[in-house]
């Protein structure tokens, strides 16, 4: 079963999808990584992620940058219509690297890296470089999460935030004063809280009016959030 283990860097502690406090791997039951095309983060966040991770898939015009910067990657995936085309025959050092074309116009490529893992067997996928740069890619990368949440375990990370789906009935462990926001994607009803110091009570919580946005943990201890309809995801960000 997925659950929640904690990473420490740079005195923050990123917790992400994991599925093993042993870490005895099992076939696709540790979490895939995806880099997005987006603003990269600090390259020490990223080899501690990668040090859990047994598959990199890169999307389409990522590539060039994670080569430059030296990563390992096991899928290049996309519909490739990104231009600065690398001919990876030419790189006998990348020839374990699969090619993926995936043409469907009606997906982005990250729900095409989602989709791909899912049809893989993956359970869980640590998502980076999804965030800044080009903000309609920004803005769809996060809204994508609500679209799979039933389907695989995701989470957006970057190097100051992870963002990640709440499921209808939530607890979890935090530091007093973790900054939190439960952020609606259209809408969320039903909305119960306990443990944050502006707690909510049976609310409805709806773009663009009326969110909980930098909320923050009370005391040291457990959380719970609970939601009846829609969807609502979660927001750990620091400074």
Same mark, same amino acid.
């Given at each position: 079963?997925?659950?929640? $283990? @904690?990473?420490?860097?740079?005195? #923050?502690?990123? #917790?992400?999808?994991?599925?093993?406090?042993? *870490?005895?791997?099992?076939?696709?039951?540790?979490?895939?990584?995806?880099?997005?095309?987006? !603003?990269?983060?600090?390259?020490?966040?990223?080899?501690?992620?990668? $040090?859990? @991770? &047994?598959?990199?898939?890169?999307?389409?015009?990522?590539?060039?940058?994670? +080569? $430059?910067?030296?990563?390992?990657?096991?899928? /290049? +995936?996309?519909? =490739?219509?990104?231009?600065?085309?690398?001919?990876?025959? !030419?790189?006998?050092?990348?020839?374990? %690297?699969?090619?993926? *074309?995936?043409?469907?116009?009606?997906?982005?490529?990250?729900?095409?890296? %989602?989709?791909?893992?899912?049809?893989?067997?993956?359970?869980?996928?640590?998502?980076? /470089?999804?965030?800044?740069k080009r903000q309609d890619h920004h803005?769809?990368?996060?809204?994508?999460?609500?679209?799979?949440? $039933?389907?695989?375990? +995701?989470?957006?990370?970057?190097?100051?935030?992870?963002?990640?789906?709440?499921?209808?009935?939530?607890?979890?462990?935090?530091?007093?004063?973790?900054?939190?926001?439960? %952020?609606?994607?259209? !809408?969320? @009803?039903?909305?119960? @809280? #306990?443990? +944050?110091? /502006?707690?909510?009570?049976?609310?409805?919580?709806?773009? &663009?009016?009326?969110?909980?946005?930098?909320?923050?943990?009370?005391?040291?201890? =457990?959380?719970? %959030?609970?939601?009846k309809d829609g969807h609502l995801l979660?927001? !750990?960000? /620091?400074?």
């Open positions: 079963m997925v659950h929640v $283990e @904690t990473l420490q860097f740079r005195d #923050k502690y990123l #917790k992400f999808v994991t599925v093993s406090s042993h *870490h005895i791997v099992r076939d696709n039951q540790e979490p895939a990584l995806i880099i997005a095309n987006g !603003e990269s983060c600090d390259l020490g966040l990223l080899g501690d992620l990668m $040090e859990w @991770t &047994p598959y990199t898939v890169v999307l389409d015009g990522a590539m060039k940058r994670v +080569l $430059e910067a030296g990563i390992r990657c096991d899928v /290049w +995936l996309g519909d =490739f219509d990104s231009g600065d085309e690398i001919n990876l025959q !030419e790189h006998p050092h990348l020839s374990h %690297i699969q090619k993926v *074309h995936i043409e469907n116009q009606d997906l982005t490529d990250l729900q095409k890296g %989602i989709e791909y893992l899912i049809q893989e067997g993956f359970t869980g996928v640590n998502i980076v /470089w999804a965030t800044g803005v769809n990368n996060i809204l994508t999460l609500s679209k799979y949440s $039933e389907r695989i375990s +995701l989470n957006i990370i970057d190097d100051y935030s992870r963002i990640y789906p709440c499921p209808n009935l939530y607890k979890k462990w935090y530091q007093k004063g973790t900054s939190i926001s439960l %952020i609606p994607v259209g !809408e969320a @009803t039903g909305v119960n @809280t #306990k443990n +944050l110091r /502006w707690n909510l009570s049976n609310e409805r919580l709806f773009l &663009p009016n009326f969110t909980s946005s930098s909320n923050e943990v009370l005391e040291d201890g =457990f959380v719970e %959030i609970s939601f979660v927001m !750990e960000c /620091w400074d």
